[in-house]
């Protein structure tokens, strides 16, 4: 089947989309590890976290911010993807397609709220005028979105729909080629870390029999991987569907 420009354009775009996101989000992830003791400091006392983000200022808030943003172009791919490829199962790569784009969207949210939600509950904390029974009730605002937008949504139900979507994919595109297996193989192994990775957010809450807390940061490395190898299929030579 002969392509039309526009199919392309599109096909080259995903896949310079899905090869250009595990680069573009390491850009903000670097400044919040040099800067803001990040993903460690999300796991300190509240007093720590507000304290530490108050002394980071506009340029910390800005790499919350272009963290958040960095997954825009992660949204847009996904969501296009089945667009522009040929599957074995349409249905199933259409059906984890809404997954993905909820997936990306929540985590957005958890990111976000360290740009609209944290900054004034920090300057509250750090404002020597403040009382102590004020300090008090931003340390109990800040655990509950801290416990709402970060963990819950952000980490746990993103982290879980990111694994369901990553299997529907991985299941979905055809396995003939070595590239092709590779692809398949980093995919699965991502997505049962992220799933093992869950229980870091549910130790926040529960006592758990193992430590899995790095779990998610191996299992994002391998997932970099694996989208790096899905955007260069799709980039070179996946051959866009007839709609």
């Not at 989309?17 to 400044?31: E, K, V």
């Not at 299941?171 to 869950?198: K, Q």
């Amino acid at each position: 089947m002969n392509e039309s420009t526009p199919q392309r354009h599109a096909k080259k775009w995903v896949g310079g989309a899905l090869l250009a996101f595990p680069l573009l989000i390491q850009i903000p992830y670097g400044m919040l590890i040099a800067t803001y003791e990040y993903p460690a400091i999300l796991r300190q006392p509240a007093e720590a976290i507000l304290t530490k983000f108050a002394a980071g200022g506009p340029s910390l808030i800005a790499a919350w911010y272009l963290y958040g943003a960095a997954i825009l172009p992660l949204l847009l791919a996904l969501a296009a993807l089945p667009g522009v490829v040929r599957a074995r199962h349409p249905w199933l790569l259409e059906a984890v397609t809404r997954v993905g784009v909820v997936s990306a969207v929540v985590q957005m949210i958890g990111l976000l709220r360290w740009v609209f939600a944290v900054p004034p509950l920090a300057a509250a904390f750090t404002d020597p005028a403040v009382t102590p029974a004020v300090r008090s009730a931003v340390i109990v605002s800040f655990n509950t979105q801290h416990q709402l937008f970060g963990v819950m949504l952000g980490e746990h139900l993103g982290q879980l729909l990111l694994a369901v979507w990553t299997i529907g994919v991985v299941l979905s595109l055809p396995v003939h080629t070595m590239l092709d297996r590779v692809r398949f193989g980093l995919g699965l192994l991502a997505a049962i870390l992220f799933l093992i990775g869950l229980g870091d957010g549910l130790a926040t809450v529960a006592t758990l029999p193992v430590n899995v807390s790095a779990a998610p940061g191996i299992a994002f490395l391998i997932w970099s991987v694996w989208c790096c190898v899905l955007g260069w299929t799709v980039w070179r030579g996946a051959e866009v569907v007839a709609r």
